[in-house]
């Protein structure tokens, strides 16, 4: 009778401990499956995020010049108080050699820019052999070394094409917030040497192959731009007002200026900025999962994993000092912009570390208290099972808000 209770006993705990362990083996395979969900979501908005959008002022040819300009510039200068010469129009080119950034606001620009003239028409504008027919107004250096030389000058029909290698470094303010799947827009705004006149600069769209909305054209094909890949290229104008005549009394370009922009768009190589970024803190992560595995009450386990609450603290400590210094490194690439989208991932690992600690903490206190028993069931099994699903569904918040 009392062999037929034992085995009783022994077949009732054995079951027990197997509903337990199928009960939690259920738990850990729907925290995959969700965590598997989360990851294709997450590398989904991530393709949507590295996508470029065509920007819808391109001009591609001269019909589209020519509505921006009446709707643009002749019809507010039939408006003026004051004398208008008909506007003269200068067709204008460029072929960028070679592109380089030198920190989060300048980039230097090397190439050629060439200016048509027709006779009688341009006759008291044209530059002379001493004199460049343009000025890039966002040029920070200077000197001879450096300026515009005049390159060539040669006839082509009624007009006189002259063209000026020209190398220049350009400040302009990017915008880093989208990193490491930000485009960059380099444009070069040129104004023609006699801005106070009714001069506009126009694209010599004659001068390229093809210039549609998809084109690249106007820059070496084999240009290096190391951690950048040619996206687009395009002429646009854009409206800038300013708030001096320049000591001009009929100053024309006083507000609303219709001024030539050619622009390259540049996107990121994301393998970089991956593996130099975002790989290691998914290992930082990883390794803090792997010390989360290790918190158990089975003393036998614990003494096998080495698990306690100072060890604990200690490997969080050390992977904080990681984290911290390649956030540092990060930050140092943008002076003075705003937080970027990778850095929140680093303020969640802060955070993280942070919950992870007090978990540990809270589960090596022995108490009844109704929140510590959800930190004590099933060793901790709650907090292990939803990590990953907790973390991939902050990332994917945090991408959703820069969408």
């Known amino acids: 009778h ?6 009783k006993f022994s077949t009732k705990r054995f079951n027990l401990k197997k509903g337990s362990y199928m009960k939690q083996a259920t738990w850990w395979w729907l925290s995959g499956g969700i965590s598997t969900c ?10 949507t995020m590295n996508q470029y959008d065509i920007e819808p002022t391109q001009l591609v040819n001269e019909e589209a010049v020519n509505d921006h300009l009446k709707s643009n510039w002749e019809n507010r200068l039939s408006t003026a108080k004051f004398q208008v010469d008909p506007t003269i129009r200068v067709k204008t080119g460029i072929f960028v050699q070679s592109l380089q950034f030198f920190n989060s606001t300048d980039v230097h620009l090397t190439g050629y820019i060439w ?7 341009h006759d008291d504008i044209k530059p002379s052999a001493s004199e460049v027919g343009f000025i890039l107004p966002e040029q920070v250096n200077a000197g001879d070394d450096i300026e515009p030389r005049e390159v060539y000058r040669l006839r082509d029909g009624d007009e006189e094409v002259i063209g000026w290698y020209f190398e220049a470094t350009l400040r302009q303010p990017f915008d880093y917030v989208d990193y490491p799947f930000d485009h ?22 004659d001068a390229y192959k093809s210039t549609g909305l998809d084109d690249i054209f106007g820059i070496e094909t084999s240009i290096v731009l190391g951690t950048w890949v040619r996206q687009n290229t395009f002429f646009d104008y854009k409206l800038s007002s300013y708030d001096t005549n320049f000591g001009l009394a009929d100053h024309i370009i006083h507000e609303n200026f ?27 992560a990883a390794l803090l999962f792997s010390a989360l595995l ?3 009450k089975n003393e036998q386990l614990s003494d096998r994993l080495g698990f306690n609450v100072s060890g604990f603290i200690g490997a969080c400590s050390a992977l904080f000092f990681v984290v911290m210094l390649a956030h540092i490194q990060l930050r140092e690439q943008f002076p003075g912009s705003a937080t970027v989208y990778i850095e929140y991932f680093y303020i969640l690992m802060y955070a993280l570390f942070v919950i992870a600690t007090a978990n ?9 208290g109704r929140w510590l028993k959800i930190i004590h069931y099933k060793d901790n099994i709650i907090a292990k099972v939803a990590y990953w699903p907790v973390v991939l569904s902050c990332l994917i918040l945090i991408t959703w808000v820069f969408l």
Do not use: C
């Not at 922009?261 to 290992?283: D, G, S, W």
């Open 184 to 205: 960059k827009t380099v444009w070069v705004r040129m104004w023609h040497k006699e801005f106070g006149r009714n001069i506009v600069l126009v694209p010599d769209f």
């Open 115 to 121: 200016q048509r003239y027709k006779d009688g028409e």
């Open 38 to 47: 989360l990851i294709i979501v997450l590398i989904s908005m991530w393709v």
């Open 258 to 284: 219709s001024e030539l922009h050619y622009n390259i768009v540049l996107k990121r190589k994301f393998e970089n900025a991956f593996i130099i970024y975002l790989l290691p803190l998914f290992l930082v």
């Open 294 to 296: 290790t918190i158990s």
């Open 360 to 368: 540990t903490y809270l589960f090596s206190i022995n108490s009844s």
């Open 2 to 7: 009392k062999f037929q209770q034992l085995i």
